[in-house]
């Protein structure tokens, strides 16, 4: 895996797919919890998971997990046993497919430099000592 975190405009772009990612996400977990049925606590829970796993990605903490967790959502909401609201992001194949793809390029990519994942596991200094001549 790419495990650099770009900074600069590659990092705004990285920051801009997760964002795509994330707002798709938590508006489709918006959407089941507006659209009370009586659907279940199932759904329930898969529509708290969705807007929990789309924060996570908003603000880039366990970034390649939480895209994949999203990547699961939205391969499920293609399949017609899986029960949608009457308005949702991923209503038809077009959008759910488009955000498949924009959540398996963060996936490949990573968070980039402006996330919390590059805060706690980004770039360190390492600094080599040299050797002394009487190390050898």
């Known amino acids: 895996m790419f495990s650099t975190f770009p ?30 049925h009586g659907r279940g606590a199932l759904l329930a829970l898969a529509a708290a998971l969705m807007i929990a796993f789309g924060a996570l990605l908003l603000i880039g903490s366990l970034t390649r997990f939480a895209a994949f967790v999203a990547a699961i959502a939205s391969i499920a909401s293609l399949f017609p046993w899986f029960p949608g609201p009457r308005i949702g992001i991923f209503e038809t194949e077009l959008t759910a497919a488009l955000a498949i793809v924009i959540i398996a390029a963060v996936m490949c990519l990573g968070s980039g430099a402006f996330s919390v994942d590059a805060k706690l596991f980004g770039r360190r200094e390492v600094i080599i000592p040299r050797k002394s001549p009487s190390d050898q």
Do not use: E, S, T
């Open 7 to 36: 900074d600069g405009w590659p990092g705004v772009g990285l920051l801009l797919l997760r964002g795509a990612a994330a707002i798709g996400l938590i508006g489709q977990g918006v959407a089941y919890f507006g659209d009370d």
